[in-house]
């Protein structure tokens, strides 16, 4: 699996976008990019996920590069709620198989 | 379904003792993956199962580290002989193959482990 490269920390205000970047230079052509969040002493929760097209759910929005080398995951709101360790990875959709997990972003949202 | 359950969520054991760990999957999927989380860094994936078969292990599974998923169902992950580097939170994931929704790969809660 590719590796990602995220920021260790952002902040972000209440209300405004949250605009979390991730580098993965190195994906493979049938990789996805797979957005989950760890809010403390929970699991892993999906958000998103795309291969090359734009995606946008109830929760976030995703934006991949035309080079497929690096994203963007959106939150349009921010709320106090989405503080949370956003992580990046890349993953075969049909292997479903083992993840590999950066150290992820920390995201604050101050009021 | 209420998702992955792990249990217990929280385990206090003194260094040289055998701890065991329960995960029941999403019922309808086949595959179970264990994670390590220490503070402060992403999942470390450590093995997973397809059915009743462990198809990959990682490196990090040393010889004190075993996991079964006898039935097919649940899974066990046991270490034994603790040793305080074995603190972590302990993550079950679950996913179907060939995935089904829009991730089909869902992960518990976790079991935190502490090691005095």
């Known amino acids: 699996d590719a590796k990602t490269t995220q920021p260790p920390s952002m902040d972000c205000a209440e209300g405004r976008a949250a605009n979390l970047p991730c580098n993965h230079s190195?994906?493979?052509?049938?990789?996805?990019v797979y957005w989950y969040r760890q809010i403390h002493s929970q699991g892993p929760q999906y958000i998103i996920h795309g291969l090359k097209n734009n995606e946008t759910n109830e929760m976030a929005s995703l934006i991949i590069t035309e080079d497929r080398k690096s994203s963007t995951l959106i939150l349009p709101h921010a709320t106090l709620r989405d503080t949370a360790v956003y992580y990046c990875?890349?993953?075969?959709?049909?292997?479903?198989?083992?993840?590999?997990f950066g150290d992820g972003t920390t995201l604050t949202v101050k009021p | 379904d209420t998702g992955v359950s792990q249990n217990p969520r929280h385990k206090i054991t003194k260094r040289g003792q055998n701890v065991t760990f329960r995960c029941d999957p999403i019922s309808e999927h086949n595959r179970l993956y264990w994670y390590r989380q220490t503070l402060g860094q992403g999942p470390e994936f450590l093995t997973y199962?397809?059915?009743?078969?462990?198809?990959?292990k990682s490196r990090l599974l040393s010889d004190r580290f075993s996991a079964e998923r006898p039935k097919g169902s649940f899974s066990t992950l046991e270490i034994q002989r603790t040793e305080q580097g074995d603190s972590a939170m302990y993550l079950c994931?679950?996913?179907?193959?060939?995935?089904?929704?829009?991730?089909?790969?869902?992960f518990g809660s976790g079991t935190r482990l502490t090691v005095v």
């Open positions: 199962f397809q059915n009743e078969a462990q198809l990959e």
């Open positions: 190195t994906i493979s052509g049938n990789e996805y």
């Open positions: 994931a679950s996913s179907s193959s060939p995935p089904q929704g829009p991730d089909g790969y869902t």
């Open positions: 990875i890349v993953r075969v959709y049909t292997n479903a198989g083992k993840s590999t």
